[in-house]
């Protein structure tokens, strides 16, 4: 599995999540390409788009 | 001396530029972010940054050393704020020394603005209105 089907998995369950094409994944605290595979017990983290500076 | 921090008091600008201090070089190039009053048409009053720093602080450093490896430059800092801002306040600053100004200019540019686009930083704005709003980042809109 990979986060961006991860992501499609809570699409399904959770209302109002919308498309992950403007947001950004990390595996384990390290920034991620959405079609990186996934590892048992690896932690997911999904980012809104980001604005700072 | 690279390095890349979060901080959420007032940045030291001083203590900051001595880091970049190095008699190999003729160049110091320093970026400032304010924190200005209007965005899109609303008086903004003040502006808060929400920071996921584990992660924001390795992809900051991340982004200062491809500014070194790319450019060059002998050394290359930034710092980002977190938490409530107010106008004129310092909300980034990125400062690079080299030996020559071309470099300095291009890693300071390359690090801001990939700084704006990869740090996992997200910045509400407070306007006079008495609204508040998390302001959208504008490349990810388009790639929408």
Same mark, same amino acid.
């Given at each position: 599995?990979?986060?961006?089907?991860?992501?499609?998995?809570?699409?399904?369950?959770?209302?109002?999540?919308?498309?992950?094409?403007a947001s950004m994944v990390a =595996?384990?605290?390290?920034m991620?390409?959405?079609?990186?595979?996934?590892?048992?017990?690896?932690?997911?983290?999904f980012f809104p788009p980001v604005a700072g500076g | 001396?690279?390095?890349?921090?979060?901080?959420?008091?007032?940045?030291?600008?001083?203590?900051?530029?001595?880091?970049?201090?190095?008699?190999?070089? !003729?160049?110091?190039?320093?970026?400032?972010?304010?924190?200005?009053?209007?965005?899109? !048409?609303?008086?903004?009053?003040?502006?808060?940054y929400e920071v996921y720093?584990?992660l924001a602080?390795?992809e900051g450093?991340? =982004? =200062?050393?491809?500014?070194?490896?790319?450019?060059?430059?002998?050394?290359?800092?930034?710092?980002h704020?977190?938490?409530?801002?107010?106008?004129?306040?310092?909300?980034?600053?990125? !400062?690079?020394?080299?030996?020559?100004?071309?470099?300095?200019?291009?890693?300071?540019?390359?690090?801001?603005?990939q700084a704006k686009m990869r740090l996992p930083i997200w910045k509400k704005?407070?306007?006079?209105?008495?609204?508040?709003?998390w302001v959208n980042c504008q490349r990810c809109a388009?790639a929408?």
């Amino acid at each position: 599995m990979s986060p961006a089907e991860l992501f499609d998995e809570c699409r399904k369950r959770h209302h109002g999540l919308e498309s992950y094409s403007a947001s950004m994944v990390a =595996i384990n605290d390290e920034m991620a390409a959405w079609d990186t595979p996934l590892s048992e017990d690896d932690e997911v983290l999904f980012f809104p788009p980001v604005a700072g500076g | 001396m690279n390095t890349f921090e979060i901080s959420s008091s007032t940045i030291d600008l001083e203590a900051f530029r001595q880091q970049l201090i190095d008699p190999a070089c !003729g160049a110091y190039v320093q970026f400032d972010g304010w924190v200005r009053d209007h965005n899109e !048409g609303q008086q903004v009053l003040q502006l808060e940054y929400e920071v996921y720093e584990p992660l924001a602080v390795k992809e900051g450093q991340r =982004i =200062i050393a491809e500014a070194v490896e790319r450019f060059g430059v002998n050394n290359a800092c930034a710092v980002h704020r977190a938490g409530l801002m107010e106008l004129t306040e310092v909300a980034v600053v990125v !400062g690079v020394s080299s030996p020559h100004r071309g470099e300095a200019f291009d890693a300071c540019r390359y690090i801001i603005d990939q700084a704006k686009m990869r740090l996992p930083i997200w910045k509400k704005e407070y306007y006079a209105s008495g609204a508040a709003e998390w302001v959208n980042c504008q490349r990810c809109a388009h790639a929408v």
